[in-house]
């Protein structure tokens, strides 16, 4: 029979490596919880992690002063992440809805930098108690940290793939706290001779977990209703899909979808944005018979491409599941898109459009490329001279491409370097802007290999906005927002191509948007 020595150092290895699954989750949470708050998922999940590795060396060096009571000590570290962790989420979206603007920003990274350090606790108090049963300090001190380093991976892997897009942020949150709790009154239960005054720790681990149990069940509830006030209208759908927060909410006839907080159309004005990201490029190509849209998963530019009766494939490239099944299955974006993703000419491929241009060996009359603003590293892949060398790549001889390009009146030089970008591949361009009410005035790109000669654009199918005289107008820019750009001292601002190698645009997408 194993000694009573024996039990409780394998409890003790078995809980560095539960609550180490437990830390890496509420890191990842954290991370995940700024980018769609916040904002820039790079630039959140750097600040996370920093702040969580900073607190975990502080609290590190803090436990060389705890010598005594080390489980009772351990046991309210789980009490202390179990509380602060399990109501992280639930807090940060209420402070969203009702506290001033940068305390959410605040809290999470001071939320962030304290459970570090109680992580940061928890690993040397488990090792000097592991050493003073009995075990030999270099092979508690490897074992506990093996349990460490295995938990943070499968803590990874459990957040990615089944908490985020199963559970959402505000249950995955109180969950892996009741998990924190349920270590610590294992611990309390199994070193309960060696703990003095047990019924204080016993009352306390009962009152959290009624706190966390009722925060698992109504919690998501309360938080619905605060993240309610994050947008004008009601929300009609609200989901956490693998990849990004996915919200739909509706006003009368306003249908208007959300991806992390980012306005992707509004009902009421998307036939503005839409006909001059199609109609251009459809026309202008010699053929339309193989079409490609790279984005574009809520299926709108996909009903105007159908409009082309020689159309014969149209293969969609969306990064997300969620977005083109919300498309395929939602009564109001199926109003939309008028079913446009059930038409037997659609090929949906769930992917990464830089990924789907580099395996594939299709080439197409007409690309289209609806995708969000390069406001993160792995946007900003699809910004590159790399990206845009694919497109031409794939492009047939007469083909043409239209691409969304954000706004050039408030994020002017991200324009015009998108349009270097372009231009450095060898493609010809033309450049075009739109006012649409919900977003404010919008810039397009247009390329082919072939000269492109807008007046000779001939509209040929019903639209709702666009004309032809309209979309010669769309070639003028004005003096604020053209690509003769100078900087406060009144010199000319150079424009170099976007690379992977040399990413510019993102601090450029940044520092133009930080007004907005």
Known sequence: ??????????????????????????????????????????????????????????????????????????????????????????????????????TDAFFL??????????????LPILIRKASEIGVELSRSTARVLFS?????????????????????????????????????????????????????????????????????????????????????????????????KIILTRD?????????????????DEHRYHETLVHPPMEAADKKEDVLILGGGDGIAAKEVLKYSDVQQLTIVDLDPAVTELASTNFHLKQLNEDALDDERVQI??????????????????????????????????????????????????????????????????YWTIDETVRDTGLNVENFHVDIPSFGNWGFIMASRNKIDVEGIELTQDTKFLTKELLQSMTVFGKDEDREIVNSEGESVSLDPNTLIHPNLIQKYEQAWQNY
Request: proline content about 2%.
């Open 349 to 414: 491929q769930n992917g990464d459009a830089f990924k789907f241009l580099e395996d594939t060996n299709a080439f197409f009359d007409v690309v289209i490329i609806d995708l969000p603003d390069p406001n993160n590293e792995s946007l900003n892949k699809l910004y590159t001279r790399e990206f845009y060398s694919l497109v031409r790549n794939h492009l047939k001889p007469g083909g043409a491409a239209m691409i969304q390009a954000t706004s050039p009146v408030f994020a002017r030089e991200v």
């Open 109 to 122: 990274y001071l939320v962030t930098f304290t459970i570090g350090a109680l992580t940061g606790l928890e």
């Open 252 to 268: 009368q006839e306003d249908t208007r979808l959300f991806l992390d907080g980012s306005l992707q159309f509004s009902s009421t």
């Open 1 to 102: 029979m194993e000694t009573d020595g024996i039990k409780k150092s394998r409890l003790i290895y078995w809980a560095s490596g539960i609550v180490s699954i437990c830390g890496i989750i509420f890191e990842v949470l954290f991370g995940a919880l700024g980018s769609y708050i916040l904002g820039d998922g790079v630039k959140q999940y750097t600040i996370t992690i920093s702040l969580f590795l900073t607190g975990m060396g502080i609290g590190a060096s803090i436990s060389e002063k705890v010598m005594k009571n080390l489980i009772v000590t351990f046991i309210w570290i789980e009490f202390m992440v179990a509380l602060i962790g399990g109501f992280s989420s639930f807090t940060m979206f209420g402070m969203t809805a009702f506290a001033p603007e940068g």
């Open 148 to 244: 460490d380093y295995a938990g943070g991976l499968i803590g990874g892997l459990l957040f990615a793939f089944y908490l985020r897009p199963q559970m959402g942020m505000v249950k995955s949150a109180f969950f892996v706290a009741c998990i924190n709790l349920s270590v610590a009154v294992i611990v309390l239960y199994l070193f309960r001779k060696e703990i003095k005054r047990i019924s204080i720790h016993t009352a306390a681990a009962a009152f959290i977990g009624i706190l966390l149990v009722a925060g698992l069940f109504f919690g998501e509830e309360m938080a619905f209703s605060f993240e309610q006030k994050l947008y004008k209208d009601p929300i009609v759908y609200s989901e956490d899909s693998a990849y990004q």
